[in-house]
C-alpha cells in the first residue's frame, strides 16, 4: 500500500461509515422501515447502497408477533413491490376496477401519496387495497404476465406470490 498499490483486504482497521450508511442504520435499529423506505428514494438505484439496505432490511424474526398491517418485517425490496403493484393499478384502472376491488381511483391514489406511512395510518382500507391488488394481479382475470412482473413491481412472480402468502394473514386480521 505505502509503495502505490491498491489497498488489500484488511489495510485499513476502521473505515468510517457515510452518513447516508448511518442514517440507513438508526432506522433500522429504531425499527423504522418507513423511513429507510424514504432514504431508499434519494439513493440512486445503481448505488452501492442497496446492498447495506438490502442486508440491513431483510432480518425477519419467525417468531415476532405483529399487529395488522405493521410493516417493520418487510425489506425495501418488498415495499416497492407492494407500491409497483398499486400503481400499476392507478394508472390500468378501468370501469371494472371499483366492482373488482371495492374502492375507488382516488381512494387508491391518496393511499399511495403517503406510502408507506398509509399502511398503518389507514390499516383497514390499506389491507383492502393490497389484498385487492395483489390478488387480481397474481391469479385474477387481468393477471399480469410472469414475464413483465419483475418490470412493474420489480420482483419475480415466485417471490411476489410468497410476499403475498406472507402478507394474507395480517391483511385478513386488519380488515376484521
Known amino acids: 500500500m505505502i509503495d502505490g498499490s ?8 476502521v473505515i468510517a461509515p ?16 418507513a423511513l429507510v423506505y424514504l432514504l431508499s428514494i434519494v439513493i440512486p438505484p445503481n448505488s452501492s447502497w442497496w446492498a447495506t439496505i438490502t442486508i440491513l432490511t431483510a432480518r425477519r424474526s419467525p417468531v415476532t408477533r405483529l399487529e395488522p398491517m405493521d410493516i417493520s418485517d418487510l ?12 400503481e400499476h393499478w392507478l ?8 366492482t373488482l ?3 375507488e381511483r382516488s381512494d387508491l391514489s391518496k393511499l399511495l401519496e403517503d406510502w408507506p406511512l398509509s399502511l398503518q395510518a389507514k390499516p383497514h382500507f ?4 393490497v389484498q385487492g391488488v395483489l390478488r387480481e394481479t397474481l391469479y385474477g382475470a387481468s393477471t399480469i404476465a410472469a414475464d413483465r412482473l419483475p418490470a412493474v413491481c420489480g ?15 395480517r391483511l385478513d386480521a386488519a380488515q376484521n
Open 101 to 103: 376491488f371495492g374502492f
Open 18 to 33: 457515510s452518513l447516508v450508511e448511518l442514517l440507513i442504520m438508526f432506522a433500522v435499529a429504531a425499527g423504522s422501515t
Open 91 to 98: 394508472r390500468a384502472w378501468d370501469w371494472e376496477c371499483p
Open 155 to 169: 420482483l419475480s412472480r415466485a417471490d411476489l406470490e410468497c410476499l403475498a402468502q406472507h402478507l394474507w394473514p
Open 126 to 129: 390499506a389491507a383492502l387495497a
Open 75 to 86: 425489506s425495501i425490496a418488498e415495499l416497492r413491490a407492494l407500491h409497483g403493484v398499486l
Open 6 to 13: 491498491e489497498p488489500e483486504f484488511g489495510d485499513y482497521a
